[in-house]
T-cell receptor, first 110, second 115 residues
């Protein structure tokens, strides 16, 4: 099992550009999450999904959109990137307890 | 609201030293409590957990006890190794998280163990 994988690992964008981050899990988990990690602030929840076709806002959803068209995939989109979105993004999935995390995507917005 | 407060880092110890990383929380009722570890360049991994008051979670020589009276979940290890160098996150899952099972994280504590 690969667990939780994220694509890409690194990305540099210019202000105003768009991109999509892909998260995939092969554990048949219902719940999936997108977090951002910033220095001194821990992890903050952006959006989450409790099942295929469902999404909901987390703590810091502004500037991001998500989709969960397939159970195994959870996409995070930035329509118009801003420097404030420079961060490390983590995806996670869970079933009844423990959350399993991907390796992260380091995004820099210039 | 729910919150987790962690001991500020970074923490630097010599190998075989005793480790304590403090964690206190604010939440309604009896949340579940977790410690996650993040090794350099990797995602977070669950280290240990406790789901009710007075429970002790343990794994890889690390321990933490759920103290309702002090709303704390301090992480301890009797003898750290260089391989324990990582960032440690305390987290809680409130009873009210319902089907979403959302976690609230502390800010993380960087631990460096020197040989």
């Amino acid at each position: 099992n690969a667990g939780v994988t994220q694509t890409p690992k690194f990305r540099v964008l210019k202000t105003g550009q768009s991109m999509t981050l892909l998260c995939a899990q092969d554990m048949n988990h219902e719940y999936m999450y997108w977090y951002r990690q910033d220095p001194g602030m821990g992890l903050r929840l952006i959006h989450y999904s409790v099942g295929e076709g469902t999404t909901a806002k987390g703590e810091v959803p502004d500037g991001y959109n998500v989709s969960r068209l397939k159970k195994q995939n959870f996409l995070l989109g930035l329509e118009s990137a801003a420097p404030s979105q420079t961060s490390v993004y983590f995806c996670a999935s869970s079933y009844i307890g423990e959350q399993f995390f991907g390796p992260g995507t380091r995004l820099t917005v210039l | 609201g729910n919150s987790v407060t962690q001991m500020e880092g970074p923490v630097t110890l010599s190998e075989e030293a005793f480790l304590t990383i403090n964690c206190t929380y604010t939440a309604t009722g009896y949340p579940s409590l977790f410690w996650y570890v993040q090794y350099p360049g990797e995602g977070l991994q669950l280290l240990l957990k406790a789901t009710k008051a007075d429970d002790k979670g343990s794994n890889k020589g690390f321990e933490a006890t759920y103290r309702k009276e002090t709303t704390s979940f301090h992480l301890e290890k009797g003898s750290v190794q260089v391989s324990d160098s990582a960032v440690y996150f305390c987290a809680l899952r409130p009873i009210s998280s319902g089907s979403a099972r959302q976690l609230t994280f502390g800010s993380g504590t960087q631990l460096t163990v020197l040989p």
